[in-house]
Nanobody, 119 residues
Framework: QVQLVESGGGLVQAGGSLRLSCAAS????????MGWFRQAPGKEREFVAS????????YYSDSVKGRFTISRDNAKNTVYLQMNSLKPEDTAVYYC????????????WGQGTQVTVSS
C-alpha cells in the first residue's frame, strides 16, 4: 500500500511558477513509476508527466513540454513537478500517481492539489 500526499498548489499569475511536491509512504517508493495528472473543470483527467524508477527517464505531454519538469528524490520518497511559464489553461487539480512495474495504469492516487493561474 502506498499513500500519496500532494502539496504546493495555489494561485499564481500567468507567466509565474509553482513547484508541486508529492510525498509517498512506504519503503518501496523507488520501485514505482511516478506521474502527475491533472483535471480541469468539465474535462477528463489527463496525463502531464511521468518519471522512471531511477529518474533517468522522463515523459511529458505536448502541452507542458519545455515548461514543466518532473523529478524525484528516492531518499525522501518524494516526486516534484516544477511548473514554469504557467498559463491560464494550466488551471486544474493536479494529482500524483504511482504505477507498479506489473501495472499498465496507476495503482495509487493522491487526493489532488488545486493550481489556479490567473490571466
Amino acid at each position: 500500500q502506498v499513500q500519496l500526499v500532494e502539496s504546493g498548489g495555489g494561485l499564481v499569475q500567468a507567466g509565474g511558477s509553482l513547484r508541486l511536491s508529492c510525498a509517498a509512504s512506504g519503503r518501496t517508493f523507488s520501485s514505482y513509476v511516478m506521474g502527475w495528472f491533472r483535471q480541469a473543470p468539465g474535462k477528463e483527467r489527463e496525463f502531464v508527466a511521468s518519471i522512471s524508477w531511477s529518474g533517468a527517464g522522463t515523459y511529458y505531454s505536448d502541452s507542458v513540454k519545455g515548461r514543466f519538469t518532473i523529478s524525484r528524490d528516492n531518499a525522501k520518497n518524494t516526486v516534484y513537478l516544477q511548473m514554469n511559464s504557467l498559463k491560464p489553461e494550466d488551471t486544474a487539480v493536479y494529482y500524483c500517481a504511482a504505477q507498479g512495474r506489473a501495472s499498465s495504469v496507476p495503482d495509487y492516487w493522491g487526493q489532488g492539489t488545486q493550481v489556479t493561474v490567473s490571466s
